[in-house]
């Protein structure tokens, strides 16, 4: 489901408040990737070792039915240069700054499945 929407947001702590925010992505090698720029707080819990969620969802209003999948994990910084510009060319930024940094983070990793309650959320209203 992940790699059937283009955008999702990024949930992490940033100076002790939850942050959130709407990002591109990619899934690459059983990866979330995200695009992000120099001096992004998405940057600083990969060096942390701190957990971030990634939240992508496709809702139909008129049909009253759609889907959310959240996964987890601990970023990590692309640094691999053969993989960077694969990336750099797979996923284009979309907000109009330079956002020269990828992060990823393993998309198998789900707080909701860990729980046993499922990573995936399909709902579809009854009329």
Do not use: K
């Not at 819990?45 to 957990?51: I, L």
């Amino acid at each position: 489901m992940l790699g059937s929407v283009s955008y999702g947001r990024v949930v992490l702590s940033h100076q002790a408040l939850p942050a959130i925010g709407p990002v591109n992505h990619l899934l690459a090698d059983g990866c979330v990737v995200i695009r992000t720029r120099r001096g992004a707080a998405l940057l600083g819990p990969g060096q942390d070792g701190a957990v971030v969620a990634f939240e992508a969802d496709a809702l139909d209003p008129a049909a009253r039915s759609g889907w959310s999948v959240v996964v987890a994990g601990v970023p990590t910084l692309v640094s691999d240069p053969e993989e960077l510009r694969r990336y750099q060319r797979e996923l284009r930024p979309w907000m109009g700054c330079e956002t020269e940094h990828m992060v990823r983070f393993s998309a198998d990793r789900s707080p909701a499945a860990e729980s046993g309650d499922g990573a995936e959320f399909c709902v579809r209203a009854e009329n």
